[in-house]
């Protein structure tokens, strides 16, 4: 989960370079932030990360499932 947690950071920082103008393509930025090209241009044409598309579906919240974790680690 960490890892995926890392990625999606680092997904984010793209998409907001993106944005602010700091990067000026897709394409750099999915190099210099160490993504997909693909997964930072369907993101920025609306689609959505998996966690977030199946939110839905989930029994716990993600907040729900943290408060859960804890408490089973202490």
């Known amino acids: 989960k960490a890892a ?3 990625k999606e950071g680092r997904i984010q920082q ?5 944005q602010t103008g ?8 999915a190099t ?3 993504v997909s090209y693909s997964t930072l241009y369907n993101r ?3 689609s959505v990360s998996r ?3 199946h939110l839905s579906k989930r029994v716990l919240t993600p ?3 943290r ?7 202490t």
């Open 4 to 6: 995926s947690d890392n």
């Open 14 to 18: 793209a998409l907001i370079s993106i």
């Open 22 to 29: 700091q990067v000026l393509s897709i394409n750099a930025a």
């Open 32 to 34: 210099l932030f160490g």
């Open 44 to 46: 920025t044409h609306g």
């Open 51 to 53: 966690e977030e598309a």
């Open 63 to 65: 907040a729900q499932e």
């Open 67 to 73: 408060v859960l974790i804890e408490w089973a680690i």
